[in-house]
């Protein structure tokens, strides 16, 4: 189990290859694939998990890279956080045209834990829909965490996430790799390498995989409700129900802050808002 010496993107089973569906982990995957002759090793997996509150071009470029690449990609939704009854029962295995696009496992987590994630209660959302769920898949198929390499999309201009995730406390037995970084790989190199392909992501520059996601500053998410109003209602309601706000403004105030000056964002606030999504962005 490990990876090549002279090649970061060659990796020995068993791995579980974590796909965000953003166009850095896609890269990273390319190359992975590649590394081992266009067919991956039986023990090297890739899952994607959805949240329900992906944009569907998210979606279509997940199917896309698995069509396009012919590499099997495990859709995965959350179900429960209950423990009795074993790790197949907390997710379910989706695909293209069955996955939830309405936040249907956003939606039962928080029924479960009957609040919101937020600024202020934590980005538990990413713990439970996307790394539990991930940690899940494996577990079915006989890989404890910690037995198994996990392979995540960091680039080597995210440092401060390359250097910290493997030390925090909880995951000192997991066997995390970041290839994008050890390779050197910056966005730059990312927006060169998808130039170069036949397809890409179709999403709309200041937005990002999660469409809405509260844990950008007010700035972006402002500039992100501007470029894509669509989905916002299932935040707003979920906060009428709780009566609390996923983030430091609630949507009705967002909502408000653009009725009364609906103004084009600039360049800076959809660099700000462009950021991609994935299973690992809880600090």
């Avoid at 002759?37 to 944009?55: I, Q, S």
């Avoid at 996955?99 to 249907?104: C, H, I, T, W």
């Avoid at 927006?191 to 709309?204: A, G, I, S, T």
């Amino acid at each position: 189990m490990g990876v090549g010496m002279s090649n970061p993107y060659f990796i020995s089973g068993p791995a579980l290859i974590s796909f965000s569906g953003g166009r850095t982990s896609a890269m990273m995957l390319r190359n992975i694939i590649d590394a081992h002759g266009g067919v991956l090793p039986d023990d090297v997996h890739v899952a994607f998990a959805n949240t329900g509150k992906e944009h569907e071009a998210t979606l279509r470029f997940v199917h896309e890279c698995a069509t396009q690449w012919n590499v099997r990609i495990r859709w995965l939704e959350f179900v429960t956080n209950l423990r009795r009854g074993g790790a197949a029962s907390r997710f379910e295995e989706v695909g293209y045209n069955s996955a939830s696009r309405n936040g249907e496992p956003l939606s039962r987590l928080i029924s479960r834990k009957k609040a919101l994630f937020s600024t202020v209660s934590g980005r538990w959302c990413t713990q439970f829909c996307k790394v539990s769920v991930l940690h899940d898949f494996m577990e079915t198929l006989g890989y404890k965490p910690g037995t198994y390499i996990e392979a995540i999309g960091f680039r080597s201009d995210e440092y401060d996430r390359v250097y910290e995730l493997p030390r925090l406390p909880r995951n000192a037995h997991r066997q995390l790799l970041f290839p994008l970084a050890t390779a050197g790989v910056c966005k730059a190199d990312v927006f060169r390498f998808w130039k170069q392909q036949p397809f890409d992501l179709e999403l709309q520059r200041g937005t990002g995989n999660c469409d809405h996601c509260p844990f950008l500053s007010d700035k972006s998410r402002i500039a992100r409700a501007r470029l894509d109003p669509a989905g916002l209602d299932w935040w707003g309601d979920h906060e009428a129900n709780r009566k609390f706000a996923f983030g430091r403004k609630s949507i009705a105030e967002i909502k408000a802050q653009i009725d009364s000056s609906p103004l084009l964002i600039n360049d800076t606030e959809a660099d700000a808002a462009d950021s991609e999504c994935g299973a690992w962005c809880a600090s």
